[in-house]
């Protein structure tokens, strides 16, 4: 049996008076997910890593999706 993949990273938002560390949640395609703490930096290169797309959100934080090829 294959491990589901991650399909969605989402990351803050962020806090500027903080330590630069925002929650992080990664979605996996069986829906499941896993919370943790992150940087921006080291969220953007698991994300592109990852092969994710950056999308739109409507507030302060970042999140990055698989898109259909």
């Given at each position: 049996m294959t491990e589901p993949r991650v399909d969605v990273v989402e990351i803050g938002p962020l806090d500027v008076d903080d330590s630069g560390s925002a929650r992080v949640v990664l979605t996996y395609s069986d829906g499941t997910t896993t919370e943790g703490q992150g940087s921006l930096f080291?969220?953007?290169?698991?994300?592109?890593?990852?092969?994710?797309?950056?999308?739109?959100?409507s507030d302060d934080s970042f999140r990055w999706e698989r898109r259909p090829s």
């Open positions: 080291g969220v953007t290169r698991l994300a592109t890593d990852l092969g994710l797309t950056l999308v739109h959100t």
